[in-house]
């Protein structure tokens, strides 16, 4: 019965698509064309970072929560802080004035600073100013940070008043998420004396991967920030692992680095230390592109099935638009379960490979 | 080409955040829940080590307390034998005391009964003496011619003095 039930929803589904495009193409035919469906701009705008955070539309008015503008200009210029609804409502060609220094956002298409808040100085020339915005990025970060404080420092002044008292279930989620990363990635990457050292930061840096990732994929507000996607945060975590790294690395692993065991002529020149300094570069280099293009990716996918509706739709028209968004709709919640994949095995993995180059720089060799 | 150009300003905003959170939990965040966690399993393993001591202890108390309840058996089976051994022994010694004892009756009273007869014996000896020294005298006195008369008379005194005897 349900096998039937299959077939004829798919025949009518068929049956639609055979009938769509003509009936499109009369309304194209009979109305001017509305504003084209701006897919790049739909699906970056998504997946990069705001000044604004939107959050739905009501009769066509925009409902955002107004994030702070803060700005330096360049040359010697002022600072200046203002609400992002300023920027964010000006139509196409319009400019804001504070404290007599212009600004606009350009548009995502523009060649110059896409998406950016720029300065439109006297005599017309762009210049970006120095932003330090709290963005929608910004909010998603410390969305995280408070919520990762919120949710271990309870647990851990439960710990720390009675350290013998019988775990509450929630403290028995909280030993099992810290266990888990403790024992499954420090533990055998960091050498035993050195795991009360290195651990915080390794536990940071996976629940605060993990947990961005995770509201990264849920849609609506406060959520729903692209942080983990973004190259200036994974920047930050890949710096403060090479920080990790190399700060702390022991003399071992730096006798390696500057004179390694390889002929003399080859360290003299020195063609070595070289690579090896430039192998500890491209370690975290890779860990900054690797999570960066991965939930970037995962993203821009989620994104591009939903845009796949309004592209079809604009295209053959509603009734084939109405036909993909069945299809993306389920592509999406496919690629959605992915991402909540992807959302650990990245944590996973910026944190195992990040424990890994910390144990390595502690290692100590075997004596003869 | 933006999207892959950090940003200064969520650099820095992400170095905030980050770093502040990091050292909240560095400080009071992580140690204490690691610690609490390794003080519990440290102290979940003691005891389970003292559980398994006291378990040997009472283990060896209670084997104690089977060979000490053997022991006693033994000892019981042993005082029970000893005192059966004792019992006997006493029967028998007393056995052979009553069989000396009737022995030496016996032999005393033989002494005595051959003593008896001795002096019976004796006695008669003595009769038989005065007797015949009787006999002797009143063959004396008669003045025997005859004799036939004589052997009479003889026999006629012994028949008297048998008779005397036999009385």
Same mark, same amino acid.
């Given at each position: 019965?349900?096998?039937?039930?299959?077939?004829?929803?798919?025949?009518?589904?068929?049956?639609?698509?055979?009938?769509?495009?003509?009936?499109?193409?009369?309304?194209?035919?009979?109305?001017?064309?509305?504003?084209?469906?701006?897919?790049?701009?739909?699906?970056?705008?998504?997946?990069?970072?705001?000044?604004?955070?939107?959050?739905?539309?009501?009769?066509?008015?925009?409902?955002?929560?107004?994030?702070?503008?803060?700005?330096?200009?360049?040359?010697?210029?002022?600072?200046?802080?203002?609400?992002?609804?300023?920027?964010?409502?000006?139509?196409?060609?319009?400019?804001?004035?504070?404290?007599?220094?212009?600004?606009?956002?350009?548009?995502?298409?523009?060649?110059?600073?896409?998406?950016?808040?720029? %300065?439109?100085?006297?005599?017309?020339?762009?210049?970006?100013?120095?932003?330090?915005?709290?963005?929608?990025?910004?909010?998603?970060?410390?969305?995280?940070?408070?919520?990762?404080?919120?949710?271990?420092?309870?647990?851990?002044?439960?710990?720390?008043?009675?350290?013998?008292?019988?775990?509450?279930?929630?403290?028995?989620?909280?030993?099992?998420?810290?266990?888990?990363?403790?024992?499954?990635?420090?533990?055998?990457?960091?050498?035993?004396?050195?795991?009360?050292?290195?651990?915080?930061?390794?536990?940071?840096?996976?629940?605060?991967?993990?947990?961005?990732?995770?509201?990264?994929?849920?849609?609506?507000?406060?959520?729903?920030?692209?942080?983990?996607?973004?190259?200036?945060?994974?920047?930050?975590?890949?710096?403060?692992?090479?920080?990790?790294?190399?700060?702390?690395?022991?003399?071992?692993?730096?006798?390696?680095?500057?004179?390694?065991?390889?002929?003399?002529?080859?360290?003299?020149?020195?063609?070595?230390?070289?690579?090896?300094?430039?192998?500890?570069?491209?370690?975290?280099?890779?860990?900054?592109?690797?999570?960066?293009?991965?939930?970037?990716?995962?993203?821009?996918?989620?994104?591009?099935?939903?845009?796949?509706?309004?592209?079809?739709?604009?295209?053959?028209?509603?009734?084939?638009?109405?036909?993909?968004?069945?299809?993306?709709?389920?592509?999406?919640?496919?690629?959605?379960?992915?991402?909540?994949?992807v959302a650990y095995i990245q944590a996973y993995v910026f944190t195992i490979l990040s424990s890994l180059f910390i144990g390595m720089a502690q290692h100590e060799p075997e004596h003869e | 080409m933006e999207l892959f150009l950090p940003e200064s300003g969520l650099v820095i905003w992400m170095l905030i955040g980050f770093l502040i959170v990091f050292f909240i939990l560095a400080k009071v965040g992580w140690p204490m829940i690691m610690g609490a966690v390794e003080q519990r399993n440290a102290h979940i393993s003691e005891s389970l080590l003292a559980a398994e001591e006291a378990n040997n202890a009472l283990?060896?108390?209670?084997?104690?307390?089977?060979?000490?309840?053997?022991?006693?058996?033994?000892?019981?089976?042993?005082?029970?034998?000893?005192?059966?051994?004792?019992?006997?022994?006493?029967?028998?010694?007393?056995?052979?005391?009553?069989?000396?004892?009737?022995?030496?009756?016996?032999?005393?009273?033989?002494?005595?009964?051959?003593?008896?007869?001795?002096?019976?014996?004796?006695?008669?000896?003595?009769?038989?003496?005065?007797?015949?020294?009787?006999?002797?005298?009143?063959?004396?006195?008669?003045?025997?011619?005859?004799?036939?008369?004589?052997?009479?008379?003889? %026999?006629?005194?012994?028949?008297?003095?048998?008779?005397?005897?036999?009385?």
């Amino acid at each position: 019965m349900n096998h039937v039930l299959k077939h004829i929803v798919v025949f009518l589904f068929l049956a639609l698509m055979a009938f769509a495009p003509t009936q499109s193409m009369a309304q194209d035919a009979e109305q001017p064309k509305k504003e084209k469906f701006d897919a790049k701009s739909f699906i970056f705008g998504h997946t990069g970072d705001s000044y604004c955070f939107h959050i739905t539309e009501i009769k066509g008015e925009p409902v955002c929560v107004w994030l702070p503008v803060i700005v330096k200009c360049k040359d010697g210029g002022s600072w200046h802080c203002f609400s992002s609804k300023h920027i964010c409502e000006l139509k196409e060609g319009e400019t804001f004035n504070h404290n007599g220094a212009n600004f606009y956002i350009a548009p995502i298409s523009a060649d110059k600073y896409p998406g950016k808040l720029v %300065e439109v100085k006297a005599d017309g020339s762009l210049s970006r100013p120095f932003d330090i915005s709290f963005t929608k990025n910004a909010f998603g970060i410390f969305l995280v940070c408070i919520f990762l404080l919120a949710f271990f420092l309870p647990a851990a002044r439960k710990y720390k008043k009675d350290p013998m008292a019988q775990p509450t279930k929630y403290q028995g989620l909280v030993e099992w998420l810290t266990y888990t990363v403790l024992d499954g990635i420090i533990r055998p990457n960091v050498p035993e004396k050195q795991v009360k050292r290195f651990a915080p930061y390794l536990l940071t840096v996976f629940f605060f991967i993990f947990f961005a990732n995770l509201f990264g994929l849920i849609p609506f507000f406060p959520f729903g920030a692209n942080v983990t996607g973004n190259l200036s945060i994974t920047l930050v975590l890949a710096l403060l692992t090479y920080f990790f790294v190399n700060v702390f690395g022991n003399k071992h692993y730096w006798k390696d680095i500057l004179w390694p065991d390889v002929p003399v002529f080859l360290k003299a020149i020195p063609l070595m230390p070289i690579i090896e300094l430039i192998s500890t570069i491209t370690k975290p280099f890779a860990l900054m592109v690797r999570l960066f293009a991965n939930i970037l990716a995962g993203h821009i996918v989620i994104m591009v099935l939903m845009a796949l509706i309004f592209i079809i739709g604009g295209m053959y028209g509603a009734g084939m638009g109405g036909v993909m968004s069945i299809v993306s709709i389920f592509m999406s919640v496919f690629m959605t379960a992915l991402e909540l994949l992807v959302a650990y095995i990245q944590a996973y993995v910026f944190t195992i490979l990040s424990s890994l180059f910390i144990g390595m720089a502690q290692h100590e060799p075997e004596h003869e | 080409m933006e999207l892959f150009l950090p940003e200064s300003g969520l650099v820095i905003w992400m170095l905030i955040g980050f770093l502040i959170v990091f050292f909240i939990l560095a400080k009071v965040g992580w140690p204490m829940i690691m610690g609490a966690v390794e003080q519990r399993n440290a102290h979940i393993s003691e005891s389970l080590l003292a559980a398994e001591e006291a378990n040997n202890a009472l283990a060896g108390i209670e084997q104690k307390r089977q060979e000490t309840m053997a022991a006693a058996q033994a000892e019981q089976i042993k005082i029970m034998k000893e005192s059966q051994d004792l019992k006997t022994q006493l029967i028998e010694e007393a056995k052979i005391q009553a069989r000396k004892e009737a022995e030496k009756i016996v032999t005393d009273a033989r002494l005595k009964i051959e003593k008896e007869q001795a002096e019976a014996m004796a006695q008669i000896k003595n009769e038989v003496i005065a007797l015949s020294v009787d006999i002797a005298e009143k063959l004396l006195q008669r003045e025997l011619s005859d004799k036939q008369s004589q052997t009479d008379y003889i %026999e006629q005194l012994l028949k008297n003095n048998t008779t005397r005897i036999e009385a």
